[in-house]
C-alpha cells in the first residue's frame, strides 16, 4: 500500500470548512484513497472514499487531484463534534486490511 | 442489540495472566479484525479473518492468539500478558469487499491495563 503523510494536526473555527490535506505521492492506479475519522476514545468511523474523481455524501467531499499524488477532505461547515483524529488511507480496492497511520488531529473552536 | 460489541470493555490483569478480549457481531460479516492502538499511535493491526476457521496475521501478531469457530464471534487471547501489551483494543467487521467499498465498521474498544 502507498505511503501516506498527513499534517499532525489542524484547527479550524466552527462553521467553516475544515480542509485536510494527505499526500499519496507513490500511489499506484489500482488504489483508493480512504477517509476514516476517531472521535476521542471511540472506534474510528468511515467517511468516504475515491478512486480518481471527486467524491461527495452527507459526511464531508474528497477531491483528489488530477495526478491523484495528493487529495484533501473537506468538512463544509465544522461543528465541534468534528474534533478527532481523521485518517488517510490508501489501499487497493480489493485489500483484506487497511493501515492506520498516525493521522491529523483536528480541533474545532468556537 | 444490533452492531458490533466489545466485552468487556476494560480490564486490570497482572503480568503472565491469560487473558480473553470478545468480540461479537450481529451483520454476519465474513471479515473481523483486531487492532491495537496505543497511547498517541494510530491502530495497528494484530490478526484478521476472512471467515469461519480462516486467521492471518496482521502488523503485530507476537503474544497473541485467535480464533474464530462461528461467524459472529472473533475472541482474541493474549496467553502470557505483558506490560507492553498494555493497550486500547478495537475490533472491526467489514462485508468482503464489493466495488472497492471497504468501510470497516469499529466496536467500542476494550482499554487493557498489565500490571
Known amino acids: 500500500d502507498a505511503k501516506t503523510t498527513q499534517p499532525t494536526s489542524m484547527d479550524c473555527a466552527e462553521g467553516r470548512a475544515a480542509n485536510l490535506p494527505c499526500n499519496h505521492s507513490t500511489i499506484s492506479g489500482n488504489e483508493y484513497v480512504y477517509w476514516y475519522r476517531q472521535i476521542h476514545s471511540q472506534g474510528p468511523q468511515y467517511i468516504i472514499h475515491g478512486l480518481k474523481n471527486n467524491e461527495t455524501n452527507e459526511m464531508a467531499s474528497l477531491i483528489i487531484t488530477e495526478d491523484r499524488k495528493s487529495s484533501t477532505l473537506i468538512l463544509p461547515h465544522a461543528t465541534l463534534r468534528d474534533t478527532a483524529v481523521y485518517y488517510c488511507i490508501v489501499v487497493t480496492g480489493t485489500a483484506s486490511k487497511l493501515t492506520f497511520g498516525t493521522g491529523t488531529r483536528l480541533q474545532v473552536t468556537l | 442489540d444490533a452492531g458490533i460489541t466489545q466485552s468487556p470493555r476494560y480490564k486490570i490483569t497482572e503480568t503472565g495472566r491469560q487473558v480473553t478480549l470478545m468480540c461479537h457481531q450481529t451483520w454476519s460479516h465474513s471479515y473481523m479484525f483486531w487492532y491495537r492502538q496505543d497511547l498517541g499511535h494510530g491502530l495497528r493491526l494484530i490478526y484478521y479473518s476472512a471467515a469461519a476457521d480462516i486467521t492471518d496475521k496482521g502488523e503485530v501478531p507476537d503474544g497473541y492468539v485467535v480464533s474464530r469457530s462461528k461467524t459472529e464471534n472473533f475472541p482474541l487471547t493474549l496467553e502470557s500478558a505483558t506490560r507492553s501489551q498494555t493497550s486500547v483494543y478495537f475490533c472491526?467487521?467489514?462485508?468482503?469487499?464489493?466495488?472497492?467499498?471497504?468501510?470497516?465498521?469499529f466496536g467500542p474498544g476494550t482499554r487493557l491495563t498489565v500490571l
Open positions: 472491526a467487521s467489514r462485508e468482503p469487499v464489493s466495488g472497492a467499498y471497504n468501510e470497516q465498521f
